[in-house]
């Protein structure tokens, strides 16, 4: 048996504020606990009041000839996109009211790059959006290059303004891009056990839309296949399912980058669709945004790269598993 010895520190002179105890012939004092370092109580208190810091907001909106119709997406923070406003935080509500209030500005991204402006005209619940999301209508001013982009993401101008401005172009796609969409599909659509669409994969495709991320060596292309349904508000038909694919350019081939497969059967109507990409956070790094389309409301959802990886970054609220 191994035996433990009990050290007794003695202290033989008495000080204010301590008990002399005697015990056994032996005095002792019970001492105060000791006062922790200022520092320590610094770093303890800074904690507790620390305050949470509000991060961007990010609008996705439409544009027809030169107005602009955007819809709230969320808030920016460190660790992705939130829902905005935060029920837990009050204060979102009046400031949602002071970014979407006649006269406010934003910034206005396509493809990537800062292209102009967007003063708010008025603003209000959004239709066919789940939640309660709000719309913002304004007047556009895009840069010459840009006239023509129909997709637009938006930052309030305080945060908007100090990114740089760089040249626009949109990219559109071409025949391997097209070719690579229906290999990529095909393989997951056997990979995920889906049923085969009776008149093929290419018939299959609703959507096809080519970009270039500011951090991916080559172009890249993205791709939504249904059956049995459509890119719309609308109930689906029996069987249906819907899936998203991305394809990147390594070399001079293009791979995988990601899938998302959807059963209606097993998860719901939600069909995904590349809405736009923009570097939201300031990472250096683009994120892709996702235009949903369920049987009865439309949501967002939001793709980033993850150690080399695309993962989906932002769920909506009606899309939560």
């Given at each position: 048996?191994?035996?433990?010895?009990?050290?007794i520190?003695?202290?033989i002179?008495?000080?204010?504020?301590?008990?002399?105890?005697?015990?056994?012939?032996?005095?002792f004092?019970?001492?105060p606990?000791?006062?922790?370092?200022?520092?320590?109580?610094a770093?303890?208190?800074?904690?507790?009041?620390?305050?949470?810091?509000?991060g961007?907001?990010?609008?996705?909106?439409?544009?027809t000839?030169?107005r602009?119709?955007?819809?709230?997406?969320?808030?920016?923070?460190?660790?992705?996109?939130?829902?905005?406003?935060?029920?837990?935080?009050?204060?979102?509500?009046?400031?949602?009211?002071?970014?979407?209030?006649?006269?406010?500005?934003?910034?206005?991204?396509?493809?990537?790059?800062?292209?102009?402006?967007?003063?708010?005209?008025?603003?209000g619940?959004?239709?066919?959006?789940?939640?309660?999301?709000?719309?913002?209508?304004?007047?556009l001013?895009?840069?010459?290059?840009?006239?023509?982009?129909?997709?637009?993401?938006?930052?309030?101008?305080?945060?908007?303004?100090d990114?740089?401005?760089e040249?626009?172009?949109?990219?559109?796609?071409?025949?391997?891009?097209?070719?690579?969409?229906?290999?990529?599909?095909?393989?997951?659509?056997?990979?995920?056990g889906?049923r085969?669409?009776?008149?093929?994969?290419?018939?299959?495709?609703?959507?096809?839309?080519?970009?270039?991320?500011?951090?991916?060596?080559?172009?890249?292309?993205?791709?939504?296949?249904?059956?049995?349904?459509?890119?719309?508000?609308?109930?689906?038909?029996a069987?249906?399912?819907?899936?998203?694919?991305?394809?990147?350019?390594?070399?001079?081939?293009?791979?995988?980058?990601?899938?998302?497969?959807?059963?209606?059967?097993?998860?719901?109507?939600?069909?995904?669709?590349?809405?736009?990409?923009?570097?939201?956070?300031?990472?250096?790094?683009?994120?892709?945004?996702?235009?949903?389309?369920?049987?009865?409301?439309?949501?967002?959802?939001?793709?980033?790269?993850r150690?080399?990886?695309?993962?989906?970054?932002?769920?909506d609220?009606?899309?939560?598993?």
């Amino acid at each position: 048996m191994r035996k433990h010895l009990l050290a007794i520190a003695l202290i033989i002179t008495g000080a204010p504020g301590c008990d002399n105890v005697g015990w056994g012939g032996i005095d002792f004092e019970v001492l105060p606990p000791a006062e922790p370092e200022a520092s320590a109580v610094a770093e303890v208190e800074g904690e507790e009041e620390r305050e949470r810091i509000p991060g961007p907001v990010l609008l996705a909106g439409t544009r027809t000839e030169e107005r602009g119709d955007f819809v709230v997406v969320g808030e920016v923070r460190p660790d992705g996109l939130h829902t905005f406003p935060d029920p837990d935080y009050p204060e979102d509500t009046d400031r949602l009211g002071e970014l979407t209030a006649p006269g406010a500005e934003w910034t206005v991204f396509s493809e990537g790059v800062r292209v102009g402006r967007l003063v708010v005209e008025r603003a209000g619940p959004a239709a066919d959006f789940c939640g309660e999301r709000t719309a913002v209508s304004g007047i556009l001013e895009l840069v010459p290059s840009a006239a023509g982009a129909e997709r637009l993401l938006a930052l309030p101008a305080p945060d908007g303004d100090d990114r740089p401005r760089e040249p626009y172009g949109e990219i559109q796609h071409v025949y391997d891009q097209r070719v690579a969409s229906l290999q990529v599909a095909g393989e997951a659509i056997r990979e995920y056990g889906a049923r085969w669409p009776t008149q093929g994969v290419l018939d299959a495709r609703e959507h096809i839309q080519a970009f270039r991320l500011r951090d991916a060596p080559g172009e890249s292309v993205a791709a939504t296949f249904v059956v049995n349904d459509q890119l719309a508000v609308a109930p689906p038909a029996a069987s249906a399912w819907a899936l998203f694919v991305v394809a990147e350019q390594v070399g001079g081939e293009y791979v995988e980058a990601f899938t998302w497969y959807r059963n209606v059967e097993v998860e719901g109507k939600g069909a995904p669709r590349y809405f736009d990409h923009f570097d939201w956070d300031g990472d250096g790094s683009d994120e892709i945004l996702l235009d949903v389309f369920g049987a009865n409301r439309r949501w967002f959802a939001a793709l980033s790269r993850r150690e080399g990886t695309w993962v989906r970054t932002f769920r909506d609220t009606c899309d939560a598993p």
